[in-house]
């Protein structure tokens, strides 16, 4: 047994609820977090009991209803450009009664500051949307999450591609190199601090110096 599937084979076992998410997930190729990934970031989430999350990349609302389970008392702000998706995601937000605790902003990420400021402050900032706009998502949000707040980053690690870009196909081996790039900037800035763990497809975990 890999270590990978020995890891996998101690995580608790999810509702119902959750495999009808992740099968759903599966079945019509919607990106959602690996298992040791999200389970990782749930972890983070009930260390640090964040009061007021925002998400970049709602997809079906996997990520969100999960940190939920984590912290229940937390409030989600969480950005979805895809109308189908978003679709999806309130819908899936309704079976798991969270319509007072999760919230979508419709439209492309780089156009919503203005309102997600609304919500501020942040306690935790998870990124999870297009992968060639981390650095972006990144500058425009991070003002936003408080001193003692948290940003995770997703897929930083791309697979293994973010290594070894030329493991793969041109337009996988660019939005490879952006992540690179995007993980060299954070590990290369004065005012944060990051660490990347290996789990999952790859978690960056940055935290403002003081």
């Not at 996997?62 to 950005?79: C, F």
């Not at 309704?94 to 990420?109: H, K, M, Q, T």
């Not at 408080?146 to 973010?162: E, P």
């Not at 793969?168 to 081996?173: H, Q």
């Amino acid at each position: 047994m890999h270590t990978i599937e020995y890891l996998q084979s101690l995580l608790p076992e999810p509702s119902e609820k959750v495999k009808n998410l992740e099968s759903y997930a599966k079945e019509h190729n919607v990106p959602i977090m690996e298992p040791l990934g999200i389970d990782f970031l749930m972890q983070l989430i009930r260390i640090h009991q964040p009061k007021r999350i925002l998400e970049i990349g709602t997809a079906i609302g996997y990520s969100a209803l999960r940190m939920l389970e984590a912290s229940p008392k937390s409030q989600i702000i969480t950005m979805e450009r895809d109308e189908q998706r978003i679709t999806e995601a309130r819908k899936n937000i309704r079976a798991f009664n969270a319509e007072d605790r999760v919230i979508i902003l419709s439209g492309d990420a780089l156009n919503l500051k203005e309102e997600a400021a609304r919500f501020t402050p942040y306690d935790l900032l998870f990124i999870d949307a297009a992968k060639g706009k981390y650095e972006e998502f990144f500058n425009l949000y991070a003002p936003l999450i408080a001193d003692k707040g948290i940003i995770v980053s997703d897929n930083v690690l791309f697979k293994g591609y973010v290594a070894d870009p030329s493991q793969t196909n041109s337009r996988l081996s660019q939005m490879a190199k952006k992540i690179r790039n995007f993980n060299e900037t954070l590990n290369s800035r004065n005012d944060y601090h990051t660490t990347i763990v290996p789990i999952g497809d790859g978690v960056a975990i940055t935290v403002k110096n003081h």
